[in-house]
T-cell receptor, first 114, second 113 residues
Framework: DAKTTQPPSMDCAEGRAANLPCNHS???????VYWYRQIHSQGPQYIIH???NNETNEMASLIITEDRKSSTLILPHATLRDTAVYYC???????????????FGQGTILTVHP | DSGVTQTPKHLITATGQRVTLRCSPR?????VYWYQQSLDQGLQFLIQ???????AKGNILERFSAQQFPDLHSELNLSSLELGDSALYFC????????????FGPGTRLTVL
């Protein structure tokens, strides 16, 4: 079962920032936070990941709170093509039997409207 | 395009039959993962291979089996198919088996009639 909690759906106007929250109530100190998205039955697409510090890449920014119990994915200028299901995942640490295994929850359906 | 290829794109078969899904990872990736996505279960991890060896296992049914070949492509075999096996099956690959992003293929849509 997924360990993270996300709102089931969110709306965003095109051109505005989309801020997607995630609760990581049981995350352990050596688990990374990963974000993926899935556009309409296509294969999931990696977006970004981080451990403690905030991260930014060409797609998005990731803010992780100091206690690591919550994170926010920021799409700075959402477009219609960003409409998708967004998943946050606690990535299991090395050495365990679940290493490498992505556990997807229900995710957040983000709808970007004109 | 993620660089991961899966064949076939669509597969329609009958209950009780056996099918094989094929996956070619991105060039240079050593690890392959299989996921199942059904309407009621969501995206579920099935199994992972790293350089030919099984690395991690999820809730994969005994009727399902997989392997990774020396050229690193992988096959997922589904046998004694049931209606409930109808789903999208995704393959993903990563450079190694750990903290690397997984790149997903376009999936194989299996319909069991």
């Amino acid at each position: 079962d997924a360990k993270t909690t996300q709102p089931p759906s969110m709306d965003c106007a095109e051109g505005r920032a989309a801020n997607l929250p995630c609760n990581h109530s049981t995350i352990s100190g050596n688990e990374y936070v990963y974000w993926y998205r899935q556009i309409h039955s296509q294969g999931p697409q990696y977006i970004i990941h981080g451990l403690k510090n905030n991260e930014t890449n060409e797609m998005a920014s990731l803010i992780i709170t100091e206690d690591r119990k919550s994170s926010t994915l920021i799409l700075p200028h959402a477009t219609l093509r960003d409409t998708a299901v967004y998943y946050c995942i606690d990535f299991p640490p090395a050495g365990g039997t679940s290493y490498g295994k992505l556990t997807f929850g229900q995710g957040t359906i983000l709808t970007v409207h004109p | 395009d993620s660089g991961v290829t899966q064949t076939p794109k669509h597969l329609i078969t009958a209950t009780g039959q056996r099918v094989t899904l094929r996956c070619s990872p991105r060039s240079g990736d050593l690890s392959v993962y299989w996921y199942q996505q059904s309407l009621d279960q969501g995206l579920q991890f099935l199994i992972q291979y790293y350089n030919g060896e099984e690395r991690a296992k999820g809730n994969i049914l005994e009727r399902f089996s997989a392997q990774q070949f020396p050229d690193l492509h992988s096959e997922l075999n589904l046998s004694s198919l049931e209606l409930g096996d109808s789903a999208l099956y995704f393959c993903a690959s990563s450079r190694t088996g750990g903290y690397n992003e997984q790149f997903f293929g376009p999936g194989t849509r299996l319909t069991v009639l």
